[in-house]
């Protein structure tokens, strides 16, 4: 069963190489999309919606690792699968580094192409599961007024209620008011779940210094 929506896009200036790996593609149930211009595809190309490119790795147009940078370049995550008949180590090696998923040799094997699909499928899923993770988070996080930001700092440093008061200059009854509608907001039910939260959205915990005694 594929993901809906999730598509393969086919970057070759192959005509032959487009036509077969389309064919392979569209009998395994994939949806795909094919370009024998990088620039076309560049120029067209929606990083909203799900799926993989599949990206020879040179063509006269503009080469596949460049094809890379510019995707990387233009905030895309898209995983890609590089199909090239003059690879090497060293061109493979950068490639991987830069988030390639993998890198096949021609003519692909059916097998290989298949499960270099599944694995870039899979990749994607994650990526766009934690893009969405960040994106609630931050929304959550600028329904917060000022001063629930600064109780949420203390908190995940793991002051106490009345410790928080007293740096903050205000009394107990009124940080657990502040301190319970932040955790709301945030659709949080314990400290370990705001902890995990805060370390997501790169939120530093109230100072050391700032702790006094009570």
């Known amino acids: 069963m594929r993901e809906a929506g999730f598509t393969t896009f086919l970057v070759d200036d192959d005509p032959a ?3 077969s790996i389309t064919r392979l593609l569209n009998a395994a149930g994939y949806k795909t999309k094919s370009f024998s211009s990088p620039h076309e595809f560049l120029s067209s190309h929606d ?3 799900p799926g993989c490119a599949i990206i020879d790795l040179v063509m006269s147009e503009l080469d ?8 990387i370049d233009t905030g895309s995550e898209r995983p890609i699968i590089f199909l090239t008949g003059k ?3 060293s061109t493979s090696v950068r490639a991987m580094r830069a ?3 993998d890198f096949l040799t021609k003519p692909v094997k059916r097998e290989a192409l298949f499960a270099a699909v599944v694995r870039a499928a899979s990749v994607d899923a994650a990526t766009r599961q934690k893009r969405n993770e960040s994106k609630s988070i931050v929304e959550r996080l600028s329904t917060l007024t000022h001063r629930e930001r600064e109780v949420l700092q203390y908190v995940i440093a793991g002051r106490l209620n009345k410790q928080i008061a007293a740096s903050l200059g205000t009394v107990e009854k009124t940080v ?3 301190r319970g509608r932040m955790m709301a907001k945030l659709g949080v039910r314990s400290v ?3 902890v995990r939260l805060a370390d997501k959205a790169g939120i ?8 006094v005694s009570v």
Do not use: N, R, T, W
């Not at 109230?206 to 702790?211: F, G, K, S, T, V």
């Open 17 to 19: 190489v487009l036509k």
């Open 99 to 101: 988030g390639a998923v």
């Open 87 to 89: 690879g090497d180590i």
């Open 176 to 178: 657990k008011v502040h």
């Open 192 to 194: 370990a779940d705001l």
């Open 47 to 49: 990083p909203s919606i």
């Open 204 to 211: 530093a915990p109230a100072h050391p210094a700032l702790e």
């Open 64 to 71: 596949g690792l460049h094809l890379q940078q510019a995707l």
